[in-house]
């Protein structure tokens, strides 16, 4: 009897997350969708349609034209091809560094804190180690002894000074959920650990670990845009900060050439704000009082006709 009203619980936990997902297709998700969807699309076939990147022309520094739509740089290389190229790239260290930070965190986070005792205690400490470790300095060294470095290697390290934060954050949850009734019955009724951990404790931090995971894409396409702005970020690879940083170096904006900078900032902070759109949706899903506080400080906004009345009078 017990067992069969657990399971009537977890029944309709499921189905009330299912209700918030679909209550969730809202304006910020759609939008943080189509933009982030858009700029996905022109990284993956974009590259297929344009020139060689680094093909250098004699024509110099040159603006938009019906043959190059977003000019050239000072070597005569093709802008829009670059930036192809470089949403690839940027998309690439996103990608890497949100897959190892999504391992490293669910394996660390939520698989030692459910074993628990002395593997939770080593865990812990080795989370905590790996918190403190500054992702720039790193970098710095790394620069130093390596200097044909691979986007790889940058996203490795990135991803390495991730994703401990990620892991606080799921134990934290892992705990809260490790001593439900659920779990405990199905302790109790001799269910193996893996199993209880796949369906009944996963299942549950599905939510958070996308949220954490879109997180960990925009720490790691800003983090690069930032070292490889310094000079620091891969070589031999395009993305949006290298784009930049190229850019700085030709005296793009002392010359005015607004075509070479503005569109890779330009990318950054579109793809930026889509995911940033896309988590907020996420953090309603996990936290509903959210989306029920947004909902009244809208309704606060709305202005009735007398106060739109009076506020007319007082304009005029």
């Not at 800003?222 to 070292?227: I, R």
Request: with cysteine; proline share 4%.
């Amino acid at each position: 009897m017990t067992m069969t009203t657990e399971l009537a619980e977890t029944s309709i936990n499921a189905k009330a997350l299912g209700v918030r997902k679909i209550r969730l297709n809202n304006h910020k998700l759609l939008a943080g969708l189509i933009i982030g969807g858009a700029i996905v699309l022109f990284g993956v076939l974009g590259p297929l349609f344009c020139q060689d990147p680094s093909l250098v022309n004699d024509i110099g520094l040159t603006p938009p034209s019906a043959e190059h739509w977003l000019g050239t740089t000072q070597t005569g290389q093709d802008v829009l091809a670059q930036l192809a190229h470089g949403t690839r790239g940027s998309l690439t260290v996103g990608l890497v560094v949100g897959v190892l930070t999504l391992l490293l965190s669910a394996f660390f986070g939520v698989v030692g804190t459910y074993a628990g005792g002395w593997i939770d205690e080593a865990f812990s400490l080795f989370t905590n180690v790996a918190l403190v470790i500054p992702g720039l300095p790193l970098v710095i060294v790394i620069s130093s002894y390596v200097p044909d470095k691979s986007i790889w290697l940058v996203s490795i390290v990135l991803a390495i000074t991730s994703w401990a934060g990620s892991a606080r954050v799921l134990r934290g949850y892992t705990l809260s959920l490790r001593n439900r009734d659920y779990v405990l019955a199905s302790q109790v009724a001799g269910e193996k650990r893996w199993r209880i951990l796949t369906v009944e404790i996963l299942p549950n931090l599905i939510p958070l670990l996308a949220s954490q995971v879109v997180f960990a894409v925009i720490f790691a396409i800003l983090g690069e845009a930032g070292l490889s702005y310094l000079g620091l970020g891969a070589s031999g690879s395009f993305t949006w900060g290298t784009m930049l940083y190229y850019a700085q170096n030709g005296l793009a904006l002392r010359l005015g050439a607004w075509w070479w900078f503005v569109p890779p900032g330009l990318m950054l902070a579109l793809f930026g704000a889509a995911l940033s759109l896309i988590n907020f949706s996420i953090d309603e899903i996990i936290n509903p009082k959210l989306r029920n506080q947004t909902r009244s400080a809208r309704k606060n906004w709305r202005m009735s006709r007398e106060q739109l009345h009076k506020a007319k009078e007082a304009t005029l």
